[in-house]
């Protein structure tokens, strides 16, 4: 995970949830017997440390499975070295569709772009009449050029346009050219399918500009320094993402009890999808009766109806979950929750 570095918020968010999961796993009695041991190891959020990470756990520290990346590129890099070896990967939260097409050993616990990019397009056209939409991709980040392809099929699909489109990359801070570009085709969206220190800047750099369009994006804005980083200029911005912490089912509301009782503030979508992953993970051993990796592999992908606090998780055909989608906005400087969209 990204412990520290650019994206340090969702390495740390994936963490508490993963140690919550781990501890009370560990306080039943663990899995077969035996506790459960978390090995963490962070990548800076600095390309390529990913698939280093991965061989180092694999070799080294013998892993019985790999809990991570958070997002699609770095789980992309780990991914062919987890499945070169046959242990099980599971991904929280990377939503790009070529993630479990890595193969066999690779799962995730998460809902997929085209699913989330739909979502967000039908929101932005039905619900808040959006019919001219710019683009601003982080051509690095396949998560970011994969979201705004499947936005732009339905966007346009159902009756929208897209009157600009422009790139920038991971490390960016300065987006002025680009929204100075985007301002001139008057739109009334800015989808920036990007992660939380993007987005807060360019909605300051927008709000600067006298860029006046809603801003849109997907789960990347999901960060508790997001309002830090953006401040008032998120008025009104609206994004999609895993998890509302407002649930009342009744694993999801224990998990926000004990993790809000640890941290004094309620966990988001990261929180919830590494606690489940790693319960996962404990349910399939305890389900295969073995950590071997062949079988667990099996037990994995035979993932029914397993109780989430991110929801009720059925792993498919493709290892990939499906799960609702939660639509909030930044309304009075809070993030607030406006709806759930089913698959
Ligand atoms: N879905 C993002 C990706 O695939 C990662 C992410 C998930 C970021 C959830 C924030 C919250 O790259």
New binding site residues.
């Given amino acids: 995970m990204s412990i520290t570095g650019r994206d340090a918020s969702?390495g740390e968010a994936s963490l508490r949830g993963a140690r919550l999961a781990v501890e009370e796993i560990n306080a039943r009695g663990g899995v077969l017997g035996r506790p459960l041991e978390l090995v963490v190891e962070d990548n800076r959020s600095i390309a390529g440390e990913s698939a280093t990470a991965a061989k180092k756990l694999i070799t080294r520290d013998r892993v019985v499975a790999l809990v991570g990346e958070?997002?699609?590129?770095r789980t992309l890099e780990a991914a062919p070295v987890a499945q070169a070896a046959g242990i099980p990967l599971v991904s929280p939260?990377?939503?790009?569709p070529k993630v479990t097409q890595v193969g066999d050993a690779i799962f995730r616990v998460?809902f997929i772009d085209p699913f989330q990019g739909d979502v967000l397009a039908a929101f932005a056209r039905r619900k808040l009449g959006l019919k001219r939409a710019a683009l601003l991709v982080d051509s690095s980040?396949p998560?970011s050029v994969g979201l705004a392809e499947f936005f732009t099929k339905t966007f346009t699909a159902q009756g929208g346009e897209i009157v600009a489109a422009q790139k920038y990359t991971g490390a960016d801070t300065d987006f002025r050219a680009q929204l100075t570009a985007i301002r001139a085709a008057r739109p009334d969206a800015v989808f920036l399918p990007g992660?939380y220190v993007a987005a807060g800047l360019v909605a300051k750099q927008a709000k600067e500009l006298g860029l006046k369009a809603t801003l849109l994006g997907?789960?990347?804005f999901?960060?508790p320094q997001l309002l830090g980083i953006g401040g008032e200029a998120l008025e009104g911005a609206y994004y999609s993402?895993?998890f509302a912490p407002e649930n009342t089912d009744r694993v999801s509301a224990e998990f926000v009890a004990a993790y809000s009782r640890r941290h004094g503030e309620v966990p988001n979508?990261?929180s919830a999808?590494s606690y489940d992953a790693v319960r996962l993970v404990a349910d399939g051993i305890e389900r295969a009766g073995t950590t071997e990796k062949r079988d667990l592999r099996q037990a994995l992908a035979a993932t029914k109806d397993f109780p989430g606090a991110s929801g009720r998780t059925t792993i498919n055909p493709q290892r990939d979950a499906e799960k609702e989608a939660a639509i909030i906005t930044v309304r009075g400087g809070k993030l607030t929750f406006v709806e759930t969209v089913r698959p």
């Fill in positions: 969702f958070c997002s699609s590129a939260a990377s939503t790009n998460c980040s998560y992660y997907g789960d990347g999901e960060a993402t895993h979508g990261l999808l």
